[in-house]
């Protein structure tokens, strides 16, 4: 069923205008009355009646609905000036069909007619005009559909397109609608009929009406117009072919969803657009064409965002700027071996958290393992995942690793290093960029005293090619003086630049941009938090790991590497602590990834001077924050990098961050970003996609109140 303005019109005539205040008066403004009488014809079936008055821009006050005999209506119109108007009529046949129509004057009476025919009332100041009684009533058509040997066609059509009533002279649809085939129309009105013509994948092309036992036509042109008197009930019957088909293959795209090839004129109306459904070895067929000149097309989903991906026109040609390539010269026409082409997945590829494992009872020292490629979003092809890893419930202190199974039987070992620590009491999560082996499967170890729960929510993944590189976590530095790797040996002092060597370290090679790490805190004996950033540059006001006293804290960032190939780090706290740096990956020059300085973008505690995200964040409630632009993040990005702090939270709870809907809808994931307790700030590294919107959600699970900082450690751009 076509929708009306039914519900539009409602909303309408529930508002009130208001005088804005403080507004200079213009010209005097005189009310204007417009009235008559609608006469409902008894054998209509009307449940209900809505008049409504149309003059633009100029407000009216409709006196009220009428009921199902019609009556005298009355409206009130406030101009200055001369105004043009025009009534709108919607008649609602006792939830079974409507109609929608507009006064047609027909000298000493009136009836309801098509939006083409309305007939404009020119209302002047301190006028009343009184319309001739107009007559509502209707009449019912009922179109069957069959192919040519006669056979019914509307099982395997879809009914919300099979028929649609077009205005004569017109190709807008009408707002005549009904049910179980039978459309309500509106009496002396002149209509075409097609059926079919809805874009769709269709083994039948789309027609008009041309007579009863005819094949329908073509075009608009030569269709056979219907109109019927008040009260008229009539079948008429359209017939359906094949007509022409398109065929071919459909290169690349194997990583995209809903593969689909487009044969199109947009410049021709009486064209029908099909479409063909591309088969796993790339075949494709499009059938029901009619005869003309098309442009042809594939294109696909990339699943992980819901963005649609296009290849390019067949031959070359854009329909903004070149004639139609393809030619069908009459309904046995068939073009064969067209090859098209779609790009495949490139880059790294950001989507909202998806679930892959919640095991709620990891005992230490027993590897497990979960399916990631082919599973949750994440191509088979791809090269690497991003998860968030959170850690939950566990009796005493410890660590999960996350890695490859790079041996593929499950078992492999798990490397040096962790992803989480976590604490008794406390809910931790942490981010992951994890290399995927051959059989795409990820493990994970737990260390500790005790059973934990695991949670495992991929936030995205990346392609080869992408200018980002994981591996096998590999120690670059480990400050305690027991366990010492790398340059730096024994705890930092507070407040201090310590500079790092990355290039050619740790599997980094030497022109590696920027380093994907584990930054580690132990030690810690006073509240504090460490900053990590390019070698040699000023010190940013940006934190990277928020540490407490008594615990070990983990948090994964992407840093961008000094011309040299270094990082540094500067802890701001009263003691020393110890530090460790896990690499789990690189990033390579002209790649997807720009790491940067991290930039404070979002800091909502009261007094900090940005107004984008003002807190404290109120539990359950979506934050939407603007991010483009910020930064230097480009117009073109796909995904930010954040670093995302929450601060001062009053409750247990968690923060998940995530990016706008392509539709608009902010209803938050399942997954959590950031999980927080009272007392402490915790930090985590999250991706978030920025297209279509640049539009980042913030959504605060708790029954109190957390603030929220965000710092910008990077963005992708597709390459």
């Not at 590999?474 to 002092?493: F, I, N």
């Not at 030497?510 to 580690?520: E, F, Q």
Request: proline fraction near 7%; aromatic fraction near 4%.
């Amino acid at each position: 069923m076509r929708r009306s303005r039914v519900a539009t019109v409602l909303a309408a005539v529930m508002v009130m205008v208001a005088p804005v205040a403080g507004a200079t008066p213009a010209a005097a403004v005189v009310a204007t009355t417009v009235g008559g009488t609608l006469a409902v014809d008894p054998g209509a079936g009307v449940g209900s009646v809505l008049a409504h008055l149309d003059c633009g821009a100029v407000p009216t006050a409709l006196v009220g609905a009428l009921g199902a005999d019609g009556g005298p209506f009355e409206f009130d119109v406030t101009t200055s000036s001369t105004a043009t108007c025009r009534l709108n009529v919607i008649v609602l046949g006792n939830g079974e069909w409507s109609l929608d129509g507009w006064y047609v004057d027909e000298g000493t009476t009136g009836r309801l007619g098509l939006d083409s025919e309305a007939t404009v009332i020119t209302v002047h100041p301190g006028d009343t005009l009184s319309l001739p009684p107009i007559t509502v009533s209707r009449a019912v058509l009922t179109v069957d559909v069959a192919d040519s040997a006669g056979r019914d066609l509307g099982s395997s059509l879809d009914p919300a397109s099979a028929v649609v009533l077009r205005g004569a002279g017109s190709l807008d649809p009408t707002d005549a609608t009904g049910s179980g085939g039978s459309l309500s129309l509106l009496p002396g009105s002149t209509y075409l009929v097609d059926a079919n013509r809805a874009p769709r994948e269709s083994p039948y092309t789309g027609r008009y009406y041309a007579g009863d036992g005819a094949l329908g036509a073509a075009s608009a042109a030569a269709a056979t117009t219907v109109s019927l008197a008040a009260g008229e009930a009539r079948t008429v019957s359209v017939r359906l072919d094949g007509c022409a088909t398109v065929s071919g293959t459909v290169a690349g795209g194997a990583d995209l969803t809903d593969r689909t090839v487009t044969v199109a004129n947009p410049s021709d109306p009486d064209l029908v657009t099909r479409l063909g459904t591309v088969a796993a070895d790339g075949s494709f067929t499009v059938r029901g064409l009619l005869p003309g000149d098309y442009y042809v097309w594939a294109s696909a989903v990339a699943s992980a965002t819901s963005s649609q991906v296009t290849g390019p026109y067949y031959r070359g040609a854009d329909p903004a700027a070149d004639a139609a390539p393809l030619h069908l010269s009459g309904c046995t026409a068939t073009a064969a071996g067209l090859v098209l082409e779609l790009p495949g997945l490139s880059g790294v590829i950001s989507q909202t958290p998806v679930r892959v494992r919640d095991d709620r009872a990891v005992p230490p020292d027993a590897p497990r393992c979960v399916q990631v490629a082919g599973t949750a979003g994440v191509p088979e092809s791809a090269a690497g995942a991003v998860l968030n890893v959170t850690t939950d419930g566990p009796t005493g202190p410890g660590y999960v690793v996350v890695y490859p199974d790079s041996s593929g039987t499950g078992n492999t070992a798990p490397p040096r290093g962790s992803t989480v620590n976590f604490e008794v009491g406390a809910s931790v999560a942490n981010a992951a960029f994890v290399r995927l082996p051959d059989d795409g499967k990820l493990c994970y170890a737990t260390r500790g005293p005790s059973t934990v729960r695991i949670i495992l929510d991929v936030t995205g993944y990346m392609m080869s090619g992408s200018g980002i590189t994981t591996q096998v976590s590999q120690r670059l530095l480990d400050t305690r003086l027991a366990t010492h790797v790398g340059q730096l040996a024994g705890a930092l002092d507070p407040r201090q630049v310590y500079t790092v060597d990355v290039a050619g370290h740790a599997g980094v090679p030497s022109d590696a941009t920027g380093v994907l790490v584990n930054v580690t805190v132990v030690g810690a004996t006073a509240l504090g938090h460490l900053r990590v950033f390019p070698g040699g540059a000023a010190v940013p006001n940006a934190s990277t790991v928020n540490y407490a006293p008594g615990q070990t804290k983990a948090n994964a960032t992407v840093v961008s590497l000094s011309a040299a190939g270094a990082i540094s780090l500067y802890s701001v706290t009263s003691t020393r602590v110890d530090v460790i740096l896990d690499v789990v990956g690189w990033v390579s020059a002209g790649g997807a990834y720009a790491p940067i300085t991290p930039t404070r973008v979002i800091d909502s505690r009261p007094g900090s001077g940005r107004t984008n995200l003002e807190g404290p964040l109120t539990g359950r409630i979506p934050y939407q924050v603007d991010l483009g632009g910020a930064a230097g993040i480009p117009a073109d990005a796909t995904a930010v990098v954040l670093n995302v702090t929450a601060v001062h939270p009053t409750a247990l709870g968690n923060l998940r961050v995530y990016p706008l809907a392509f539709n608009g809808d902010d209803t938050p994931p399942y997954a959590s970003s950031v999980n927080y307790i009272p007392g402490r700030d915790i930090p985590n590294l999250v991706v978030v996609g920025m297209q279509p919107h640049s539009t980042v959600v913030f959504y605060s699970d708790t029954s109190g109140s957390v603030n929220v900082i965000a710092d910008v450690v990077g963005y992708l751009t597709a390459p």
